[in-house]
């Protein structure tokens, strides 16, 4: 007597679920540690200015006695992806790139001396230089547009004796007790202090969290969302702020009951675009996109997305649209939204696979992302702005790829209140009609990823 069971096998996003066949007590196999570390990951994909270049990380587990973390390497290619080279190396991680404004540099996050900083490096050649020195670690960042300074996000170091206790093994503590906020400093690249290091100063001195935060085009403003604390519900009320670099005036662009997060300047500085939620805010609700101007005003809001949750991504380059990418039954689309209030576009109409980690270029000409689907691992993919024209870039995943995997269709039912929905079915691998096999459930929408094992 045999008997069926299922395994799930996790590639990038998707969840494969092949069927084994194994004799009773006999053990079930999964994938060894070295299997699973042949997996790889594409997490940023970013065009350079000009469009003539792109920039990808790839993502690999390290698992050892000793070791149990993912590892990024950044990757250097043509955009038509030939002639790739790595860009970093080593068993440290290296990730987040983003191109200088003249496209010369790369700056990116690494943890090669214990903490993240921020280092840059030139495509002539050389080493990395190290711009930060931070006693915690930097999270995300920009370049200023015109290429003289860097905005990055910090989180607040523990007290001194915080940390000893820390250090120490006594760091048990009172959950919420110590908030650490986020916080908005500055880094001047190619300038140095007395002590030989990167000039660099704080930027946002208020007790509140920083969330997101974008560059006017004059490089003159930074304007940035903020709650209250980093806890997650303070996250919902999110309010938008503007503050000059060189005075750190600080204005209020929007402070409703909403919450209001995400803001992007438009690429002649004169609007804000940035995600507004339902008022009084509802969670998880609708939410929108709303146009205010940078000197404060009446926002006006955009055409509503069809699923009503757009993610706002970037404005277009005659500064007439913006794109934004939403939940589309089992997919992901790219919607453009005019701000004449005119319909939304849906801009990757046509697109059979899961689109995300998208990025568009400093001259808003590229798109960067990922594509993937039940059968296909994630690799970089880049398109014109213009029109979805997806062209592969990278092949990571090549050996995995050419594996044989098990069949997954999409499949469509009425709910009780005749509502459609959509979910994707995976056979077994080697899948024989008219024999039954046990079925693992994995809904999703709340709570998600709680998965069911159902009898055959």
Same mark, same amino acid.
């Given at each position: 007597?045999?008997? +069926?069971?299922?395994?799930?096998?996790?590639?990038?996003?998707?969840?494969?679920?092949?069927?084994?066949?194994?004799?009773?007590?006999?053990?079930?196999?999964?994938?060894?540690?070295?299997?699973?570390?042949?997996?790889?990951?594409?997490?940023?994909?970013?065009?350079?200015?000009?469009?003539?270049?792109?920039? !990808?990380?790839?993502? +690999?587990?390290?698992?050892?006695?000793?070791?149990?973390?993912?590892?990024?390497?950044?990757?250097?290619?043509?955009?038509?992806?030939?002639?790739?080279?790595?860009?970093?190396?080593?068993?440290?991680?290296?990730?987040?790139?983003?191109?200088?404004?003249?496209?010369?540099?790369?700056?990116?996050?690494?943890?090669?001396?214990?903490?993240?900083?921020? !280092?840059?490096?030139?495509?002539?050649?050389?080493?990395?230089?190290? /711009?930060?020195?931070?006693?915690?670690?930097?999270?995300?960042?920009?370049?200023?547009?015109?290429?003289?300074?860097?905005?990055?996000?910090?989180?607040?170091?523990?007290?001194?004796?915080?940390?000893?206790?820390?250090?120490?093994?006594?760091?048990?503590?009172?959950?919420?007790?110590?908030?650490?906020?986020?916080?908005?400093?500055?880094?001047?690249?190619?300038?140095?202090?007395?002590?030989?290091?990167?000039?660099?100063?704080?930027?946002?001195?208020?007790?509140?969290?920083?969330?997101?935060?974008?560059?006017?085009?004059?490089?003159?403003?930074?304007?940035?969302?903020?709650?209250?604390?980093?806890?997650?519900?303070?996250?919902? !009320?999110?309010?938008?702020?503007?503050?000059?670099?060189?005075?750190?005036?600080?204005?209020?662009?929007?402070?409703?009951?909403?919450?209001?997060?995400?803001?992007?300047?438009?690429?002649?500085?004169?609007?804000?675009?940035? /995600?507004?939620?339902?008022?009084?805010?509802?969670?998880?609700?609708?939410?929108?996109?709303?146009?205010?101007?940078?000197?404060?005003?009446?926002?006006?809001?955009?055409?509503?997305?069809?699923?009503?949750?757009?993610?706002?991504?970037?404005?277009? +380059?005659?500064?007439?649209?913006?794109?934004?990418?939403?939940?589309?039954?089992?997919?992901?689309?790219?919607?453009?939204?005019?701000?004449?209030?005119?319909?939304?576009?849906?801009?990757?109409?046509?697109?059979?696979?899961?689109?995300?980690?998208?990025?568009?270029?400093?001259?808003?000409?590229?798109?960067?992302?990922?594509?993937?689907?039940?059968?296909?691992?994630?690799?970089?993919?880049?398109?014109?702005?213009?029109?979805?024209?997806?062209?592969?870039?990278?092949?990571?995943?090549?050996?995995?790829?050419?594996?044989?995997?098990?069949?997954?269709?999409?499949?469509?039912?009425?709910?009780?209140?005749?509502?459609?929905?959509?979910?994707?079915?995976?056979?077994?691998?080697?899948?024989?009609?008219?024999?039954?096999?046990?079925?693992?459930?994995?809904?999703?929408?709340?709570?998600?990823?709680?998965?069911?094992?159902?009898?055959?």
């Amino acid at each position: 007597m045999r008997r +069926q069971l299922l395994t799930a096998i996790f590639i990038t996003s998707q969840v494969i679920l092949h069927a084994q066949t194994v004799a009773p007590n006999q053990p079930i196999t999964y994938w060894s540690p070295e299997q699973c570390m042949k997996l790889k990951n594409i997490t940023s994909v970013r065009v350079s200015p000009d469009g003539s270049k792109v920039l !990808y990380t790839v993502r +690999q587990a390290v698992m050892s006695e000793d070791r149990s973390e993912y590892v990024n390497q950044i990757f250097l290619a043509n955009i038509d992806g030939t002639n790739t080279i790595p860009l970093t190396q080593g068993d440290k991680n290296n990730s987040n790139p983003k191109w200088s404004p003249d496209g010369s540099r790369v700056a990116f996050v690494s943890n090669r001396d214990g903490k993240n900083n921020l !280092y840059t490096i030139s495509l002539r050649g050389g080493d990395a230089d190290k /711009v930060t020195d931070v006693k915690t670690g930097v999270g995300n960042f920009s370049w200023s547009p015109d290429g003289k300074m860097i905005a990055y996000l910090m989180t607040d170091a523990l007290a001194d004796n915080d940390e000893k206790k820390k250090k120490g093994k006594d760091d048990w503590y009172y959950y919420d007790e110590v908030v650490l906020q986020n916080r908005l400093y500055l880094v001047w690249p190619g300038e140095t202090d007395s002590a030989g290091k990167k000039r660099s100063a704080p930027l946002t001195t208020e007790n509140w969290n920083v969330i997101s935060f974008d560059w006017s085009p004059d490089s003159r403003w930074i304007v940035y969302s903020h709650g209250k604390t980093p806890m997650a519900n303070d996250g919902q !009320y999110a309010d938008i702020s503007e503050i000059n670099i060189s005075t750190k005036e600080t204005k209020t662009i929007a402070n409703t009951p909403a919450g209001e997060s995400d803001p992007l300047f438009s690429p002649d500085g004169k609007f804000i675009a940035y /995600v507004c939620s339902e008022s009084p805010v509802v969670w998880p609700g609708k939410t929108f996109i709303d146009i205010v101007p940078a000197e404060g005003g009446t926002p006006k809001r955009l055409s509503p997305t069809p699923n009503d949750q757009p993610a706002i991504l970037s404005w277009s +380059q005659d500064g007439t649209h913006i794109y934004v990418a939403e939940s589309n039954k089992t997919l992901m689309s790219v919607y453009l939204l005019g701000l004449d209030g005119s319909e939304n576009n849906e801009w990757s109409r046509g697109c059979n696979d899961l689109a995300g980690t998208f990025s568009m270029n400093d001259t808003r000409t590229f798109w960067g992302f990922v594509l993937q689907n039940t059968s296909k691992p994630g690799e970089a993919f880049i398109s014109n702005a213009s029109t979805f024209s997806p062209v592969k870039i990278s092949d990571i995943n090549e050996a995995i790829a050419r594996n044989p995997v098990p069949k997954t269709e999409l499949i469509k039912w009425k709910s009780s209140d005749g509502k459609e929905i959509e979910a994707l079915l995976t056979y077994p691998l080697n899948y024989q009609q008219g024999k039954k096999y046990p079925l693992i459930l994995n809904p999703h929408g709340g709570p998600a990823g709680t998965p069911l094992l159902c009898k055959a």
